[in-house]
């Protein structure tokens, strides 16, 4: 009889876990403090249209991925104009040279402490990931600024399979087009 109450206990238990763990696949995301969630949703969405088809599917699949891990990843910065302003410590491209960010295949994940400090150990295993699905983070290497100061990209993430370097890829056939398609999605004129 014991046996039988504690089987039931047992499987009434496992119900649970299994609900929860289920729940867990879409789990409700930790806002910060004094965010607007809508506004971060659209802004996000609009972020994500602006990146190269293959890196949005790309950078998608890794925020639901982190997610899925109870991970708060959020989809930052995408796309970036040559005329947008950088800040000199936190770059090493030179004001409006070429990057992934000009092509929509860089990207920007905001991952967060409840503090609002940047997460390092979340990222070093979004990174890993990131690396393991054939994309690149290079938030573990210490580079220096082009205001001579060294900086940790942390939230940066890259897609470019075929191209291990950004020299391998300019001034290809490929990176004038899709240079052209991400200044177009910009615009608002992709067709
Ligand atoms: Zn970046």
Redesign the pocket.
């Given at each position: 009889m014991l046996g039988k109450i504690l089987f039931g206990l047992g499987a009434g238990l496992m119900t649970l876990v299994a609900i929860c763990f289920r729940r867990g696949t879409q789990p409700a995301l930790p806002s910060f403090p004094g965010e607007d969630l809508r506004r971060r949703t659209a802004t996000a969405a609009s972020r994500l249209a602006a990146l190269e088809p293959s890196t949005r599917a790309f950078a998608r699949a890794i925020i639901s991925w982190a997610r899925e891990r109870g991970i708060p990843a959020y989809l930052g910065?995408t796309y970036r104009g040559a005329e947008e302003e950088v800040d000199p410590d936190t770059t090493a491209l030179a004001p409006g040279a070429f990057g992934w960010?000009s092509v929509g295949r860089?990207f920007?994940l905001d991952i967060r402490e409840n503090d609002g400090k940047f997460d390092r150990s979340a990222y070093a295993i979004v990174g890993a990931e990131v690396r393991r699905r054939g994309g690149a983070w290079l938030g573990d290497r210490t580079m220096i600024s082009r205001s001579g100061k060294p900086f940790l990209?942390l939230?940066?993430f890259e897609y470019h399979p075929g191209f291990k370097k950004l020299v391998q890829y300019r001034g290809t056939a490929l990176a004038k087009k899709e240079l052209a398609a991400a200044e177009q999605r910009a615009a608002g004129t992709a067709t």
């Open positions: 910065l960010h860089a920007h990209d939230a940066h």
